[in-house]
């Protein structure tokens, strides 16, 4: 079964950093884009930052040069960098990522979600 399991939610101050990883594993045959997402309360989701398996970067206007999307295509992870973290910036926070896992014996495409990691920036 395959799944994403993210790690290193938590509560920082105004100003702090913390390191976001996201870890797929499962019957994986290849994985194309892993991005991060946010849903905030009361809030839709959106998308936080995403790269794709060459290692191109893209990210929300509100967490340019703060923010360091990364990953380890050995270790099927990718990880987000937070720095200079504001209050506006606490939410749950989702990985995402495009694979082609097996499914009943046959690769499919498919898009999977982890169940989230809280992050609470305090003022």
């Known amino acids: 079964q395959v799944q994403l399991v993210e790690s290193g939610g938590g509560l920082v101050q105004a100003g702090g950093s913390l390191r976001l990883s996201c870890a797929a594993s499962?019957?994986?045959?290849?994985?194309?884009?892993m991005g991060w997402y946010r849903q905030a309360p009361g809030k839709q989701r959106e998308l936080v930052a995403g790269i794709t398996s060459g290692g191109s970067t893209n990210y929300a206007d509100s967490v340019k040069g703060r923010f360091t999307i990364s990953r380890d295509n050995a270790k099927n992870t990718v990880y987000l960098q937070m720095n200079s973290l504001k209050p506006e910036d606490t939410a749950v926070y989702y990985c995402n990522a495009e694979m082609i896992a097996d499914v009943v014996g046959r690769g499919v495409l498919m898009d999977y979600w982890g169940k989230g990691t809280l992050v609470t920036v305090s003022s």
């Open positions: 499962g019957s994986i045959f290849s994985i194309n884009a």
